[in-house]
């Protein structure tokens, strides 16, 4: 394989479609017979090692175009077909290593004896390629985690009946939670008017549109300057309440354009908090795990008794019990106990 300067696309196109599969998440197989394809090579390995935690290196070994998943961990005879290749063929070879994670990446091209040897241009292209490997390969795992740290985020504040909008210097909505897509939705008090975040009345949208402005110069000057802004709602309902905050950003950091981040509290929302987790997490019995749930969502002991078709007095029998296995005397403070546990991030079910 050599490129010449008409090439140059090709190369290109080819580095690209490396870089897509690395970073898309695909087996790192279909990697590795991109290059097999390139190099007009017999085989290619592909062999990753965590040299701090020891474990067994990831080894992945295409050899036609049918090899499309990767090998299994430090598999037997995935390393004796590597010494076969190595005894069998002539090899050209690259390796990066991240000295902070203790990890080594290495690069093996086969070709048969018989074939053309590998030239200082075909050494070089493949010192580029296991470059590209490691960060393709580390790159993604940053991805992952940071998609796997947003959907848990995201749930989580759905689970505490928060909604939130972020919004950029232009006052563009880049990214809302589902809570908060819903009241955008809604129209009750906010909509997402032309991409931007307005309040239904005039006077309120004035409010909220100076907060953002405001909002936005202290993300761009660096201070922290948190307001609040109540919208009223044109079913009647309570007031919604905004939080509105300049996001604070590290010196040089790329990616998100949001600048200000808006959190959405409903008053008229009530997180359903699961019964097992309560009986879990203040040794109750299923009983008195149902009735606590209700009081933390506002009902009054009557209702609550009513709503477990049970008789007052028994409602008043498992308070009591419920009082002496959780070290309080007061209803109020069943409550705050209630809602400031764990319990609140086990569902994300809403009831009005």
């Not at 749930?155 to 955008?184: P, Q, Y």
């Not at 939080?243 to 509290?265: E, K, N």
């Amino acid at each position: 394989m050599t490129f010449h300067s008409r090439s140059v696309v090709e190369f290109g196109l080819f580095f690209s479609q490396v870089s897509e599969s690395l970073l898309s998440g695909k087996p790192l197989s279909q990697s590795a017979a991109l290059i097999r394809r390139q190099f007009s090579a017999s085989a290619v390995s592909i062999q990753v090692e965590d040299r701090l935690s020891q474990g067994c290196p990831v080894v992945v070994i295409v050899e036609s175009d049918d090899d499309t998943q990767d090998a299994s961990l430090c598999s037997e005879l995935c390393m004796e077909r590597l010494a076969a290749l190595q005894e069998e063929c002539q090899q050209l070879s690259a390796v990066a290593v991240n000295e902070t994670q203790g990890t080594r990446y290495t690069l093996k091209i086969y070709r048969d004896r018989a074939d053309s040897a590998f030239d200082a241009e075909q050494a070089s292209l493949c010192e580029i390629l296991v470059t590209q490997l490691r960060r393709g390969l580390e790159l993604s795992a940053q991805l992952g985690t940071s998609e796997v740290e947003r959907v848990l985020y995201s749930s989580v504040m759905d689970r505490l009946s928060v909604g939130v909008i972020l919004v950029d210097a232009n006052r563009n909505v880049v990214k809302t939670s589902s809570m908060a897509a819903a009241h955008l939705a809604s129209r009750d008090g906010l909509q997402n008017q032309l991409g931007r975040l307005r309040a239904i009345y005039a006077n309120e949208d004035r409010e909220l549109q100076d907060a953002l402005r405001d909002a936005i110069a202290a993300a761009n000057s660096g201070e922290n300057i948190t307001r609040g802004v109540s919208i009223s709602r044109n079913s009647g309902q309570r007031n919604l309440g905004l939080v509105i905050q300049p996001i604070r950003r590290q010196q040089g950091s790329i990616g998100s354009t949001a600048v200000v981040a808006i959190y959405i509290r409903d008053p008229e929302a009530n997180a359903e908090v699961e019964n097992d987790l309560v009986r879990q997490l203040f040794d109750l019995t299923p009983a008195e795990a149902s009735l606590a749930r209700r009081l933390a969502s506002g009902l009054s002991l009557e209702d609550a008794a009513a709503s477990l078709a049970i008789s007052r007095n028994t409602a008043r029998a498992h308070l009591r019990s419920i009082f002496s296995k959780s070290g309080i005397t007061r209803q109020t403070e069943l409550v705050r106990l209630v809602l400031n546990s764990a319990a609140m991030l086990g569902s994300p079910r809403q009831v009005a």
